[in-house]
Nanobody, 115 residues
Protein backbone atom coordinates (compact mmCIF):
# COMPACT_ATOMS: atom_id res chain seq x y z
CA UNK A 1 0.00 0.00 0.00
CA UNK A 2 1.38 3.36 -1.02
CA UNK A 3 1.36 6.13 1.56
CA UNK A 4 1.41 9.80 0.60
CA UNK A 5 2.00 12.28 3.41
CA UNK A 6 1.41 15.96 2.80
CA UNK A 7 2.85 18.79 4.84
CA UNK A 8 3.38 22.53 4.62
CA UNK A 9 -0.16 23.83 4.83
CA UNK A 10 -1.18 26.63 7.12
CA UNK A 11 -2.61 30.12 7.44
CA UNK A 12 -1.16 32.89 5.31
CA UNK A 13 -2.19 36.38 4.29
CA UNK A 14 -3.18 37.18 0.75
CA UNK A 15 -0.10 37.74 -1.36
CA UNK A 16 1.95 35.36 0.72
CA UNK A 17 3.58 32.05 -0.13
CA UNK A 18 3.53 28.45 1.05
CA UNK A 19 5.31 25.32 -0.10
CA UNK A 20 3.53 22.01 0.17
CA UNK A 21 5.40 18.72 0.25
CA UNK A 22 4.19 15.21 -0.47
CA UNK A 23 6.43 12.38 0.69
CA UNK A 24 5.75 8.98 -0.87
CA UNK A 25 6.48 5.60 0.68
CA UNK A 26 7.49 4.26 -2.72
CA UNK A 27 9.77 5.34 -5.52
CA UNK A 28 7.81 8.10 -7.25
CA UNK A 29 9.44 7.35 -10.59
CA UNK A 30 7.22 4.26 -10.66
CA UNK A 31 4.14 6.45 -11.06
CA UNK A 32 2.92 7.73 -14.41
CA UNK A 33 2.31 11.09 -12.85
CA UNK A 34 1.77 12.83 -9.54
CA UNK A 35 -0.28 15.85 -8.75
CA UNK A 36 -2.00 18.18 -6.38
CA UNK A 37 -5.75 18.56 -6.08
CA UNK A 38 -7.77 20.81 -3.82
CA UNK A 39 -11.25 20.90 -2.38
CA UNK A 40 -12.85 24.01 -0.97
CA UNK A 41 -15.90 23.84 1.32
CA UNK A 42 -19.02 23.04 -0.66
CA UNK A 43 -17.09 22.48 -3.89
CA UNK A 44 -15.87 19.50 -5.82
CA UNK A 45 -12.27 18.42 -5.71
CA UNK A 46 -10.35 20.00 -8.57
CA UNK A 47 -7.02 19.43 -10.21
CA UNK A 48 -4.39 22.04 -9.39
CA UNK A 49 -1.21 20.74 -11.03
CA UNK A 50 0.38 17.54 -12.25
CA UNK A 51 3.90 16.45 -13.09
CA UNK A 52 4.58 13.46 -15.30
CA UNK A 53 7.30 10.88 -14.90
CA UNK A 54 9.35 12.69 -17.52
CA UNK A 55 8.88 16.04 -15.81
CA UNK A 56 6.26 17.73 -17.97
CA UNK A 57 3.80 19.79 -15.98
CA UNK A 58 0.19 20.87 -16.24
CA UNK A 59 -1.73 23.54 -14.31
CA UNK A 60 -5.29 24.68 -13.91
CA UNK A 61 -5.67 28.14 -15.43
CA UNK A 62 -6.40 29.83 -12.10
CA UNK A 63 -2.93 29.03 -10.71
CA UNK A 64 -0.77 29.46 -13.81
CA UNK A 65 2.07 31.86 -13.15
CA UNK A 66 1.61 31.61 -9.37
CA UNK A 67 2.08 27.92 -8.51
CA UNK A 68 4.94 25.61 -9.46
CA UNK A 69 4.94 21.85 -9.14
CA UNK A 70 8.25 20.01 -8.91
CA UNK A 71 9.65 16.73 -7.68
CA UNK A 72 12.79 15.24 -6.21
CA UNK A 73 13.03 11.62 -7.29
CA UNK A 74 15.88 10.96 -4.86
CA UNK A 75 13.69 12.04 -1.94
CA UNK A 76 10.48 10.53 -3.34
CA UNK A 77 8.85 13.89 -2.75
CA UNK A 78 6.67 16.18 -4.81
CA UNK A 79 6.34 19.88 -4.04
CA UNK A 80 3.88 22.64 -4.78
CA UNK A 81 5.29 26.14 -4.45
CA UNK A 82 2.41 28.58 -4.09
CA UNK A 83 3.07 32.30 -4.50
CA UNK A 84 0.77 35.32 -4.64
CA UNK A 85 -1.86 33.37 -2.74
CA UNK A 86 -5.46 34.54 -2.90
CA UNK A 87 -8.38 33.91 -0.54
CA UNK A 88 -9.95 31.74 -3.25
CA UNK A 89 -6.98 29.37 -2.95
CA UNK A 90 -8.29 28.36 0.48
CA UNK A 91 -8.93 24.61 0.44
CA UNK A 92 -7.70 21.25 1.57
CA UNK A 93 -4.86 20.25 -0.75
CA UNK A 94 -4.42 16.58 -1.59
CA UNK A 95 -1.47 14.78 -3.10
CA UNK A 96 -2.23 12.20 -5.79
CA UNK A 97 -0.16 9.51 -7.47
CA UNK A 98 -1.29 7.55 -10.51
CA UNK A 99 0.20 4.31 -11.74
CA UNK A 100 -0.75 1.21 -13.69
CA UNK A 101 -2.41 -0.32 -10.63
CA UNK A 102 -4.55 2.71 -9.89
CA UNK A 103 -4.25 5.93 -7.98
CA UNK A 104 -3.44 6.88 -4.42
CA UNK A 105 -4.33 9.87 -2.24
CA UNK A 106 -2.82 11.56 0.75
CA UNK A 107 -4.82 12.67 3.76
CA UNK A 108 -4.75 16.33 2.77
CA UNK A 109 -3.34 19.51 4.24
CA UNK A 110 -5.33 22.67 4.95
CA UNK A 111 -4.36 25.92 3.27
CA UNK A 112 -6.13 29.05 4.47
CA UNK A 113 -5.53 32.44 2.87
CA UNK A 114 -6.85 35.45 4.74
CA UNK A 115 -7.79 38.68 2.99
Amino acid sequence: QVQLVESGGGLVQAGGSLRLSCAASRIIFSFNDMGWYRQAPGKQRELVATIARGGSTNYVDSVKGRFTISKDNAKNTVYLQMNSLKPEDTAIYYCNARGLAGQHWGQGTQVTVSS
